[in-house]
């Protein structure tokens, strides 16, 4: 069970470093102006959204999913945090979604927000983070 939750953690962190750099990525992609800086920001962009990303995000659901199959939901069924981290679990689901389509506007150079959009789009995986750890740490209602 230990190492159940040691894999989550670890796939955890990776996915957040890629929700963390990529929109990141993404205000200094919004501000480029040549070709070859383009073409390089769409390969790091995929690179990352593909081959660190998205399996994070996976290996996170699996090893959380086989967690609450084991034995979480039966101990917490009836516990709030529960909820509401699959709450806000379904809007970071959502929010990786955008990532994606972000990434697919880039790709076929028809980009349709500003490098301050990115900016503050950059900030909202912070808050995922602090309200989803806290609420699996605290456990406070
Ligand atoms: C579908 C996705 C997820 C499911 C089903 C899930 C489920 C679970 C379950 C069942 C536990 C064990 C709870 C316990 O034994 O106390 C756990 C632990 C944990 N999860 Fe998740 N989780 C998911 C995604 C995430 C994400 C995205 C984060 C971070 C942003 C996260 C952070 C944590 C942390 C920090 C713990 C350790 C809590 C502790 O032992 O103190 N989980 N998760």
């Known amino acids: ?21 990529l929109p990141r990525l993404y205000v200094y992609h919004a501000m480029s102006t040549d070709e070859l800086s383009n073409e390089r920001f769409k390969v790091m ?3 990352l959204f593909f081959g660190i990303m998205t ?3 996976v290996a996170t659901l699996v090893f959380g999913i086989w967690m609450l199959l084991d034995y979480a939901w039966a101990m917490y069924a009836t516990s709030g945090w529960l909820h509401a981290k699959l709450a806000l679990l379904a809007l ?9 389509l972000w990434l697919f506007d880039f790709k076929h150079d028809r980009n349709r927000h ?9 900030e909202i995986p912070v808050l995922f983070l602090l309200g989803i ?7 406070p209602f």
Not at 93 to 99: E, G, I, Q, S
Not at 133 to 139: D, G, M, Q, R, Y
Request: glycine share 6%; aromatic share 24%; proline share 2%.
């Open 1 to 21: 069970m230990l190492w159940l939750k040691a894999l989550h953690l670890i796939f955890m962190v990776t996915w957040f470093a890629g929700l963390f750099y």
């Open 45 to 47: 962009e995929r690179k």
């Open 55 to 57: 399996p994070g995000m």
């Open 92 to 100: 970071l689901l959502v929010y990786h979604y955008f990532c994606g």
């Open 114 to 122: 500003s490098h301050i959009y990115y900016r503050w789009m950059n």
């Open 133 to 139: 750890v806290i609420l699996a740490v605290v456990k």
